[in-house]
């Protein structure tokens, strides 16, 4: 179906049509459906019907990509299912500038409005003669009565580009629907550059616009946009038909003369003749596409053949319509859907060379009805101002990493909190990346050092907001030693050292060790100091750091005569429990049937009295107990004309021994 929107500087008499533009009878723009149907990967009307991968307000089923928040929707349905008669809003369901399949989104917002015709509780309705054209701060508003079709309930806005940098195609959706469906409705959907709200309590509007209360469009000599303004899109419906569209920009009356019919051209788009001001000096000028009336976009409304059987989905709180009150779906021909591509109408910061390709073009977003197509025609109600396409603010936190013996590479990330950035990277000081994610939020370093990272909303946009994070390395090493001790046939092996590990660091002291210990015959142990047979052989030990998986390792070998060597030529091993006492050993006789040693202890203690042949076996064993001072001990001898090798243990710890040849 071809449809023609006219340039609605009507007046009541209706003048001939000063520009047109067509729309397609809904359509999938940017995988967004314009469909007059709220629900994702479904297209209720229009040329694509059935399931269709697309995104749309809300995902009723959870299967597809829903642009409204939807978070506290239980307790909004229970309230107007209720009868209650409130007004709230909501964001978008995503960060701004998200990246949701290969789309980019900017914004998203949505309005429920309070209902005229419940008990005449709507405060945001015009109280006074109010028209597009005026200066918005002498607006009223307040409590009134307005017709059906006039009562905003529902009102929706996306902003998204049709790709993910800033010079793909920028397309607006909006819809809105009125509590009643009979007749011909018009509405319009007035975006604000610069920061414009409504007072509740005064009834008052203001609005931070210095020409005329808007924000005026500014171009040079060439054409060229300088200066973006306030922009809006005028929607007029009839029952059974394609919505028609008509979009102005707020410019003086100097600038429209100049570059309408004048000796200045616009660069991206024409003025069509339509210019309605009360204000003054300034108004709203109609444009149109240099590329042609055609492809703007598509518009659609939720008519059927057969009305009753229309099962239109609305909201998760459902809607309101003037048939059955509170409802869970949109009643036929309720919802009006448009889509528009505004880059092929010339409105897209990214066309404008002389201006940021990333700016935000508005603030916030107003929507409103009027009694009649005329442009001019008076306002009815409204939906307070929805804060809309806002600078984006690259807040990001970051979460650093630090490199280790047990940690190689490290992650560094950037957790977004109202938009979602593009970032890129540059390693300094030593750095090295080995990988990214999607939109580099998520980096993988392997080497410590500066990494500088520049973030924007998106490719294409220069870098607001610019941080050096630091990775840092520790690999500070425990300190391992290694040593064994014979006692009755069995081999003490003893690790260490926890005490001289836990030195300091910039991460720290020692948060712990763990002993590993490897040797003949397949021997393992995970204690410090673990017991085995008398295997003769090398035994490992791998000491870690628990802080930062850090090894050192320490060996010590052990046989029959390096044991004897070892405890002749080196300090006495430490026993499990470390300890500085002293203890004094000397012979204090011999004989071929005999040793005694003298035994100076610093307290009273069991001690160990070991014969050995050079090879380790054990020939005999006497047990004594010690008390404080000198003690004498014997023990008799079971094998003469050999080498052997005696040993004296205290507290199962080798304090003495001595090889001996005996005769």
């Not at 309705?125 to 307005?146: E, M, Q, Y």
């Not at 936190?397 to 013996?405: K, N, P």
């Not at 069995?490 to 590993?516: E, V």
Request: charged share 10%; with cysteine.
């Amino acid at each position: 179906m071809k449809l023609y929107a006219i340039s609605l500087l009507l007046l009541v008499s209706l003048l001939p049509l000063a520009g047109m533009a067509q729309l397609n009878n809904g359509g999938l723009n940017a995988m967004f459906g314009i469909d007059a149907d709220t629900r994702s990967n479904y297209m209720k009307f229009g040329p694509f019907p059935g399931a269709v991968l697309s995104d749309d307000w809300f995902s009723p089923s959870g299967s597809g990509n829903n642009v409204i928040d939807t978070s506290s929707a239980s307790t909004y349905l229970s309230l107007l299912q209720s009868g209650a008669n409130l007004t709230f809003s909501k964001r978008m369901s995503q960060l701004l500038y998200a990246k949701v399949n290969g789309k980019l989104w900017l914004d998203a917002a949505y309005g429920r409005d309070y209902v005229a015709a419940q008990s005449l509780k709507d405060t945001t309705t015009f109280t006074i003669a109010a028209k597009n054209g005026d200066d918005p701060n002498v607006w009223l508003g307040g409590l009134a009565s307005t017709p059906t079709k006039n009562d905003l309930v529902d009102v929706y806005a996306h902003m998204r580009r049709d790709g993910l940098t800033v010079y793909d195609s920028l397309w607006f959706m909006t819809g809105i629907t009125a509590y009643g469906n009979a007749a011909n409705s018009y509405y319009d959907v007035e975006l604000y550059k610069n920061s414009f709200g409504f007072n509740p309590a005064s009834g008052t509007f203001s609005s931070a616009g210095t020409s005329g209360g808007h924000t005026e469009w500014l171009f040079d000599a060439a054409g060229n946009v300088i200066q973006t303004g306030d922009l809006i899109v005028a929607v007029s419906f009839s029952p059974g038909s394609v919505p028609v569209i008509d979009v102005r920009l707020w410019v003086s009356q100097t600038t429209y003369n100049n570059y309408y019919g004048g000796a200045l051209t616009p660069k991206y788009f024409n003025f069509n003749g339509s210019y309605s001001s009360t204000s003054g000096s300034y108004g709203y000028a109609s444009i149109v596409s240099k590329t042609g009336t055609t492809a703007f976009g598509s518009g659609v409304a939720n008519y059927s053949g057969t009305p009753a059987q229309d099962t239109t989905y609305a909201t998760p709180w459902g809607t309101a319509n003037n048939s059955s009150g509170w409802t869970p779906q949109y009643q036929s021909e309720q919802f009006i859907e448009v889509g528009l591509n505004m880059t092929r109408i010339g409105v897209d910061p990214a066309l404008y060379s002389t201006l940021n390709p990333c700016q935000s073009m508005f603030s916030n977003i107003f929507f409103k009805s009027r009694s009649s197509s005329s442009f001019t025609a008076n306002l009815q109600d409204f939906v307070a101002p929805l804060t809309f396409l806002r600078p984006p603010v690259m807040d990001f936190g970051v979460t650093t990493d630090t490199l280790r013996c047990n940690h190689s590479t490290a992650t560094v990330t950037l957790t977004n909190n109202t938009t979602a950035g593009y970032y890129t990277w540059k390693p300094i000081s030593g750095g090295n990346i080995s990988g990214a994610n999607g939109d580099s939020s998520r980096l993988n370093v392997n080497q410590a050092g500066k990494y500088i990272v520049s973030a924007s909303p998106a490719q294409g946009c220069p870098a607001t907001k610019v941080d050096t994070i630091v990775v840092p390395v520790d690999t500070a090493r425990p300190v391992a030693s290694a040593t064994a001790g014979l006692i009755s046939n069995t081999l003490y092996l003893y690790g260490g050292n926890a005490a001289a590990s836990n030195y300091p660091t910039a991460f720290g002291g020692s948060q712990g060790l763990t002993w590993n210990w490897s040797g003949p015959g397949g021997f393992a142990s995970g204690t410090q100091n673990s017991t085995n047979d008398t295997v003769w052989g090398t035994y490992d030990l791998t000491v870690t750091e628990k802080r930062n998986g850090c090894t050192a390792m320490a060996s010590t070998t052990v046989s029959a005569a390096l044991f004897t060597i070892l405890q002749l030529q080196q300090p006495t091993p430490p026993a499990p429990a470390e300890s500085s006492e002293k203890f004094g050993v000397s012979i204090g006789g011999y004989s071929p049937q005999s040793l005694s040693l003298v035994v100076t202890t610093p307290k009273a203690c069991r001690a160990l009295l070991g014969e050995y042949t050079i090879l380790g076996q054990p020939l005999n064993r006497q047990e004594a107990s010690f008390s404080r001072g000198g003690n004498t001990v014997t023990i008799p001898i079971r094998q003469t004309g050999t080498l052997q090798v005696f040993a004296l243990f205290i507290d199962d710890r080798l304090v003495w021994s001595q090889k001996i040849l005996l005769k």
